[in-house]
């Protein structure tokens, strides 16, 4: 069954069209990936999924419902962990989930018990009352992870999940997400990591300048072209590759 369906989806921002005219289907359950590089428009579909950027044409049905339409009870089913952080500097880790919690209007009493549960299921217990300016860069993006389950949420959108933390940090949250995934959450984010892409996604949309080059597997992606993920990717947004064999990524 697609949990989300997008038709034509346009966006344009003054004279930029970051997003042009693309189609996808998201099934509920799997672990869909957005590829591409720099400014290829991969945070901009996030953001018009999750209702914060509006559509300049074209449409997307989230649980079957229009966005235009139903802004409110998508976002109240949706978490969200953007690219950036944008935690309250001002306030306590443990403060942040709460006050979130509100936000989904989750009973106080409700949300305090969840915000110790989510800190603990990211290892972040010590840290509860410690000021958010206090925390290290990849404890601010598992407390952002954190955040996002506040409202036990269908869909989990994660932009760049991963990106500055240290190997041991990024094996803890592969595992979280196939945790997530196995309760039949319904997971899509974007990565620069090919490895990540390779465990995590069912399949993969590889974007470059505002479209979608293809949607597939990135096992039928890594048959097709030869090569692992990375060589496909490569070869896919346009960098020259010699030496394919083996699957080495040699640029010229
Ligand atoms: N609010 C905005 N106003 C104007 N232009 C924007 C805005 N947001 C994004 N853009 C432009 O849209 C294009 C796509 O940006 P987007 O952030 O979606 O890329 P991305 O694929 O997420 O890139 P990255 O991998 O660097 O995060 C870029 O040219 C960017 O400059
Ligand atoms: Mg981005």
Known sequence: MDIITARGLTKDFNHTRAVDNIDFDIKKGECFGFLGPNGAGKTTVMRMLYCVVVPTSGTIKVFGLDIEDNPSIIKSRIGVMPQDDN???ELSALKNLIVYARYFE????????????LLEY???TEKADENIKNLSGGMQRALLLARSLINSPEILIL???TTG??????????NKLKDLKEKNTTLILTTHYMEEA???CDRVAIMDRGRIITIDSP????????????????????????GKE???NNLS
């Open 87 to 89: 935690l309250d500097i």
């Open 106 to 117: 989750i009973p106080y009493r409700t949300s305090r018990k969840t915000a110790y549960n």
């Open 122 to 124: 990211v290892g972040l």
């Open 159 to 161: 932009d760049e999940p």
């Open 165 to 174: 933390l240290d190997p041991h940090s990024r094996h803890n949250v592969w």
């Open 198 to 200: 390779e465990r995590l």
């Open 219 to 242: 096992k039928n992606l890594m048959e097709t072209h030869g090569g692992n993920l990375e060589y496909v990717y490569l070869k896919l947004t346009g960098k020259r590759l010699k």
């Open 246 to 248: 083996n699957g080495e």
